[in-house]
T-cell receptor, first 115, second 120 residues
Framework: GAVVSQHPSWVICKSGTSVKIECRSLDFQATTMFWYRQFPKQSLMLMATSNEGSKATYEQGVEKDKFLINHASLTLSTLTVTSAHPEDSSFYIC???????????FGSGTQLSVL | AQKITQTQPGMFVQEKEAVTLDCTYDTSDPSYGLFWYKQPSSGEMIFLIYQGSYDQQNATEGRYSLNFQKARKSANLVISASQLGDSAMYFCAMREGQGAGGTSYGKLTFGQGTILTVHP
């Protein structure tokens, strides 16, 4: 089956630093990837839709300058949390939509802890 | 606006018994898709089952079946013969529109989730 690799699986950083999270489709192409955020024992909230070669579409209330998304190729989207603060600590998970069959595949998620 | 509601924060079931996890939804879009995902403590999202709004029959995938009642806007997940490994968080989700592939298309709106605990 199709695999989406998300890296790193967990990261601890100091307040004020930036963290980059990668979402890579390993054996298929994905023109669209989605980034979600999840707090402990809560639902997944869509942050943004990432389209290859164009600007990401952010959901209402999500700061685009805070959460930078780049989708430079058909297999890779990155989410950069800039100037991270403790309130940015969360589980971030991506999903990739298969180019041909349109199925969605999720990455394994990234746990971000900002000290 | 879409809305997905899971009213059961937690459910308990005895091993080998069946359990139903509730999900209701609200949309004005006549074309939509409903999903169930399982999220174990490791965090990964495991796809379980899909139901399209125009599908005539309820979806089934092994021990999972979806009780789709369109008029009531409900899409309950039924897990038969529960196993200890079924203990996890379960999410109901909906997406707008229905792509050519049917099973997945576009962004998903998730419910609040239900924590299922299977007792031996």
């Amino acid at each position: 089956g199709a695999v989406v690799s998300q890296h790193p699986s967990w990261v601890i950083c100091k307040s004020g630093t930036s963290v980059k999270i990668e979402c890579r489709s390993l054996d298929f192409q994905a023109t669209t990837m989605f980034w979600y955020r999840q707090f402990p024992k809560q639902s997944l909230m869509l942050m943004a839709t990432s389209n290859e070669g164009s600007k990401a579409t952010y959901e209402q209330g999500v700061e685009k300058d805070k959460f930078l998304i780049n989708h430079a190729s058909l297999t890779l989207s990155t989410l950069t949390v800039t100037s991270a603060h403790p309130e940015d600590s969360s589980f971030y998970i991506c999903s990739a939509r298969h180019l041909t069959n349109e199925k969605l595949f999720f990455g394994s998620g990234t746990q971000l802890s900002v000290l | 606006a879409q809305k997905i509601t899971q009213t059961q924060p937690g459910m308990f079931v005895q091993e080998k018994e069946a359990v139903t996890l509730d999900c209701t939804y609200d949309t004005s879009d006549p074309s939509y898709g409903l999903f169930w995902y399982k999220q174990p403590s490791s965090g990964e999202m495991i796809f379980l089952i899909y139901q399209g709004s125009y599908d005539q029959q309820n979806a089934t995938e092994g021990r999972y079946s979806l009780n789709f009642q369109k008029a009531r806007k409900s899409a309950n997940l039924v897990i038969s013969a529960s196993q200890l490994g079924d203990s996890a968080m379960y999410f109901c989700a909906m997406r707008e529109g229905q792509g050519a592939g049917g099973t997945s298309y576009g962004k998903l709106t998730f419910g609040q989730g239900t924590i299922l605990t299977v007792h031996p």
